[in-house]
């Protein structure tokens, strides 16, 4: 089996970062709405972004912010990619001056829009929350997000924990997956041991296993 793309989003400090990317991560993520309780200054993220290795990616997260600060907001802190949370369009997202990341929940147990978005688009599954936006902890259902992640590629958020992570992948198999409150002590501040133990529970796939969980539960 190919290897799972990873991205540790909420990061709030430059040693969680460091930590995330010494695991093994290959994104990190910075969330710039106001109302999380991850929230970080740009110019805070600038510096800490500014200290990663040139192979690892940054992410910016927004839920219905204008798009002329998206943009800014994006270049200031040099941004590979912006990840929308909210109720934007795809007309909002062409406005973008960077990739786009577009979360998608399944308020009813269905994903009714996710083909509204544009083929080339990273689409990201979430557990619905209309108030906090993610980094809630809840699990998304697994056969929901399985039945997009078979027509295009996905990252996979909602609930990810070291102790549910492999069955997870089996499960969906997403491109990859976006971790957050699963390696915390508190929002924004992850646990290291977390961290590491999210990545050996991915390295320690077994291919054959997969295949066996992935056909049981279909």
């Not at 106001?34 to 990616?57: C, N, W």
């Not at 209309?130 to 609930?159: E, F, K, M, N, Q």
Request: proline share 6%.
């Amino acid at each position: 089996m190919r290897s799972v793309f990873v991205k540790i989003c909420g990061i709030t400090r430059s040693e969680d970062a460091l930590a995330a990317v010494d695991a093994g991560a290959q994104a990190i993520g910075f969330v710039f709405w106001p109302g999380s309780p991850r929230y970080i200054d740009p110019y805070r993220a600038r510096a800490i972004a500014a200290s990663l290795p040139a192979f690892v990616s940054t992410v910016g997260v927004f839920v219905d912010q204008p798009a002329e600060h998206v943009n800014g907001v994006a270049a200031l802190v040099r941004l590979a990619a912006i990840q929308l949370h909210g109720s934007e369009a795809p007309a909002y997202a062409a406005r973008v001056a960077r990739p786009v990341i577009k979360s998608l929940s399944a308020p009813a147990g269905i994903i009714s829009d996710w083909s509204s978005w544009p083929s080339k688009m990273m689409l990201l599954l979430d557990a619905h929350d209309p108030v906090r936006h993610g980094g809630t902890g809840i699990v998304i259902d697994w056969h929901t997000a399985a039945a997009v992640a078979a027509r295009r590629r996905i990252l996979l958020a909602g609930g990810l924990r070291p102790d549910n992570v492999a069955d997870a992948i089996a499960c969906v198999r997403p491109f990859g997956i976006d971790v957050s409150s699963g390696v915390e002590d508190a929002p924004g501040i992850k646990n290291h041991e977390r961290l590491a133990a999210l990545f050996k529970a991915i390295h320690g796939i077994d291919t054959r296993s997969i295949d066996a969980s992935v056909q049981a539960r279909s």
